[in-house]
């Protein structure tokens, strides 16, 4: 049990400040829906949308790259300043060719290239990139050096300073979502040099192409492997905002733009935030984790037990957010004048628990992870999340002109579903790893039908919204704790 320790330790250092982070940035939400109209939170939807999809080709991989071969310190400052002169390089060539194609990009992006506004937020847009991608090898070396406080103050930090100019920017100087965007990449760059300065002394080693060369071959994988993950994250909005008038009176019975689905559906897609907080700072603890006991003759009797953990602590997230996710939206937000997602955005609530389901997904691919590391099998990510991508095309296209924003959530649980169940089978050959399969499924359909039970519990049983919730959210951790938890022999496990 001492290295579940270690891991329950580093996840709630990551966890707590990673919870207070999204929690003081969540705010944003509230801030945001509440000033901004459907429209033009769209917008700002499909920019990060586009973040997040390039952000992946500024990064190239490096990440899991140097997480994998960081561990020989003797060679890390080497390693880690070949990696940050490699990324500049890479960074400023795909700027090059962002700026000389911003006019038809802009036009993806709902942006007019000849707006000064807007030509300020596609520049905005590529500074965020730049900068984040700069930042992403000295974070993990804060990982894998153990300085998970680091860590966690400077995440704080960003926050603190984005929420900040946010609200200065917007309330006192009257901006318009451009200050979203300015706030990002100011909060960025203080971070970035805060990163760089607690990391400053492995900026001595020397230039090796022969160590570039290695890290390229093992993170190459990750490029194609994560375009397909934020397509499965990201590419809804672009088939929402491809939606025709016809298409959207058909489905929903108003006259809404595409633009308006799309913010709806963004402002949604944040309260699944709270499973996809747990998974995060869950893999932040991890990673170096499993490679720490990669070695360890029991490793894999650790990694099962770490999974049956955190399908615990999946299971009260999505019973938690699910149950009361009409609650949760309802609540009011002090000084603010409306409540944490402005009734506007309301008619997307119905996502919810799909979104919630498929993040869960997303943390079994997390936990079976760990075999495809240790023993450098990466190359089947790219496979496998190009399948999740396939298929996230596919359902989006058939499921979206026919049930909008449900059908692009539903794609999303079918795509991360497929991805876990895959990588489970193929990690498998790597390490064998009793994950308990079954059981893990028995407590996801045990909190799913909860969930989707409980409207109708309530009119069978006459109880408010409120009761009928807090009763399946017991009953249902009554039954999956000792499902995860308890070995045959009723022993915990």
């Known amino acids: 049990m001492k290295p579940l ?8 250092v990551y966890g707590i400040s990673s919870v207070i982070a999204r929690f003081i940035n969540y705010l944003l939400v509230p801030f945001h829906t509440g000033l901004f109209n459907p429209d033009a939170y769209g917008v700002v939807g499909l920019v990060y949308a586009a973040i997040g999809l390039l952000q992946v080709l ?21 390693l880690f300043s070949t990696i940050q002169r490699a990324l ?48 992403i090898v000295p974070f993990a070396e804060l990982r894998l050096s153990k300085r998970a406080y680091s860590f966690a103050w400077l995440k704080l930090g960003h926050v603190a300073i984005n929420v900040g100019l946010n609200g200065y920017l917007i309330l006192v100087l009257d901006w318009g979502i451009e200050a979203i965007f300015m706030a ?28 570039l060369r290695k890290m390229v071959e093992f993170g190459w994988p990750f490029i194609p492997a994560g375009l397909a993950h934020v397509v499965n994250e990201t590419l809804d909005r672009f088939f929402l905002k491809s939606l025709s008038s016809e298409q959207i009176y058909a489905i929903y019975g108003l006259e809404w733009s595409a633009d308006y689905i799309v913010g709806v559906y963004n402002a949604c897609y944040k309260l699944a935030v709270f499973m996809l907080l747990l998974v995060q700072m869950y893999r932040m603890a991890w990673q170096p984790f499993f490679m720490r006991q990669s070695d360890e003759p029991n490793a894999p009797i650790i990694f099962g037990q770490a999974f049956r953990y955190f399908n615990v602590a999946a299971a009260a997230v999505f019973l938690g957010v699910g149950l009361f996710v009409e609650s949760i939206v309802a609540i009011p937000v002090p000084f603010l004048n409306t409540t ?9 609530l119905s996502i919810v628990p799909w979104l919630l389901l498929a993040y869960w997904f997303q943390g079994w691919y997390v936990n079976f ?59 498998q050959r790597a390490m064998k790893v009793p994950f308990g399969l079954v059981r893990a499924f028995g407590a996801m359909l045990i909190a799913a039908g909860a969930v989707w039970s409980a409207e109708f519990v309530q009119i069978m049983v006459g109880w408010s919204a409120e009761m009928v919730g807090l009763l399946l959210f017991v009953l249902s951790m009554i039954l999956i704790v000792p499902l995860q938890l308890m070995n045959r022999a009723g022993k915990t496990a």
């Open 5 to 12: 320790k270690h891991l329950l330790s580093d996840t709630l």
């Open 58 to 78: 500024f990064t190239f991989g490096m990440e899991s790259s140097y997480l994998r071969y960081g561990k020989d310190r003797e060679q890390v400052a080497h």
């Open 88 to 135: 500049l390089a890479i960074g400023l060539l795909i700027s090059l060719i962002l700026l000389l194609f911003q006019t038809p990009l802009s036009g993806l992006l709902s942006l007019r290239a000849d707006a000064s506004v807007e030509g300020r937020i596609y520049l905005l847009m590529i500074g965020i990139l730049l900068v984040d991608a700069l930042a």
């Open 184 to 211: 990002n990449f100011l909060a960025s760059a203080a971070v970035l040099l805060g990163v760089f300065g607690l990391t400053r002394s492995l900026w001595r080693g020397s230039w090796s192409s022969d160590m």
């Open 340 to 348: 944490l997602i402005d009734q506007a955005y309301w008619s997307g």
């Open 369 to 427: 992870s760990a075999g495809i590391f240790i023993q450098e099998k990466t190359k089947n990510l790219a496979q496998i999340t190009g399948l999740g991508a396939l298929i996230t095309v596919i359902v989006n296209v058939a499921l979206i002109p026919v049930l909008g924003m449900t059908g692009a959530a539903i794609a999303t649980v079918l795509s991360y579903g497929t991805m876990a169940l895959v990588l489970h089978k193929v990690a």
